[in-house]
């Protein structure tokens, strides 16, 4: 069955071309810095917000149209499989993304569970093999169901946890079945609300504990996708364990788990804990644990996760500029974790809406090659540090200096060199020539 008759597959027209149903500026097999664009950006679609989003929120019902909501239970996931795959082949997407219940109704007991997972599971597994699509990665939802309302792997009752670990051994499985690149951990309530009853060492300890039994599983079953763990500072718990990139770092530091973990990055989480998208991606970068981006954007007058189609291309520029730098995500890629806007409810805006973020990485990409060949910022950040490339400042990056051996230097010499102007905006008004630029 076709569920979106109404729309051919879209391909590359340029950008003059004034069909909607067209790509811009993504060239899938246009080569930039190397590489074609498709393995550039290794493009994603996530399955919960494409397939089972309806459109509902704090003050209003669903209002998506989908030709598959006429169907139920199994016979609905059987549906949104064959949807998906229709989107993701009229769209040229190489990936897609899920969690668990995404794919499977729960059901009325874990063990009901795991059988409609393996049902669901079948038919994917059938379609990929037809049609050479991938799974970017697979994750366990253990935030939705009501047993989670204290956490999963930081919750206070034992039994959950145990649920929790379950879900994700299945979830491992599934990703080794199907043949995911990486596997996601999101902890959506691996938090907490207050500290008068929050016992916060035992919490940590124990997520710290289920992602060592996660490592060991997949070692285990000869799973081999990269773990990644994607940071979020709030909502839904007022206080996350995984609060930006630099706190989950320091937390698989402290547990020995930075060796088998990377992490899978958001826009909009990063606007949520008052940082830029590029900050987040450099602080894992420099640290060598830039894995995979979540592509999206917020809205900066609301205080909320909006996960909005990425279209600010001077974000997205500045976003492939430290892929780039990183050489790559390797395994990972950019997955539309982002949804249609209430009121665009038809499923032609699903189609839509994808062409507008494919194109706005794929323009964004060009211009970071652009600026790093021309080495825009490179040339200026090495002239700026330039101190620290001889005598006292050789000395310092060397390890050389001591706190005496530098007393001594500012004491010879009192008038230190001048500073020179950062030119912030200057460097901001070039950024926007070549952004502007034709």
Known sequence: MAYFEQVSKIHFEGKQ???????????PQEIVA?????????????????????????????????????????????????????????????YFAFHDV???????????????LDTIVDLIEEHMKATGKKLLWNTANMFSHPRY???AATTCNADVYAHAAAQIKKGLEVGKRLGA?????????????????????????????????????AREIG????????????????????????????????????????????????????????HELRVARINGMLGSLDANQGDLMLGWDTDEFPVDLYDATLTMYEVLQNEGLGRGGINFDAKVRRASFEPEDLFLAHIAGMDTYAKGLKIAAKLIEDRVFEDFIEKRYSSFKEGIGA???????????????????????KNASGRQEYL??????????D
């Not at 500012?410 to 008038?415: P, Q």
């Open 395 to 417: 000395d310092i990056v060397s390890g050389k200096a001591t706190l005496a051996s530098l007393a001594e230097y500012a004491l010879a010499n009192e008038a230190p060199r």
């Open 223 to 278: 799973f081999d996708a990269q773990f990644l763990i994607e940071p979020k500072p709030k909502e839904p718990t007022k206080h996350q364990y995984d609060f930006d990139a630099a706190t989950t770092i320091a937390f698989l530091q402290k547990y020995d788990l930075d060796q088998h973990f990377k992490l899978n990055l958001e826009a909009n989480h990063a606007t949520l804990a008052g940082h830029t998208f590029d």
């Open 102 to 116: 995404d794919i499977a109704p729960e059901g009325a007991s874990l063990k009901e569970f795991y059988s409609n």
């Open 34 to 94: 190397g590489k074609t664009m498709e393995e550039h950006l290794r493009f994603s679609m996530a399955y919960w917000h494409t397939l089972v989003a309806g459109g509902t929120d704090p003050f209003g019902v669903e209002t998506a149209v989908r030709p598959w909501s006429k169907f139920t239970g199994l016979d609905l996931a059987k549906a949104r499989v064959e949807a998906a795959f229709e989107l993701l082949d009229k769209l040229n997407l190489p």
């Open 149 to 151: 309302l204290h956490g």
């Open 428 to 437: 901001k008004a070039t950024l926007n020539q070549y952004i502007l630029v």
């Open 17 to 27: 071309s004034n069909n909607p149903f067209a790509f811009k500026f993504y060239n």
């Open 181 to 217: 690149d990486n596997y996601v951990f999101w902890g959506g309530r691996e938090g907490y609300e207050t500290l008068l009853n929050t016992d916060m060492k035992l919490e940590q300890d124990n997520l710290g504990r289920m992602f060592h039994m996660a490592v060991d599983y």
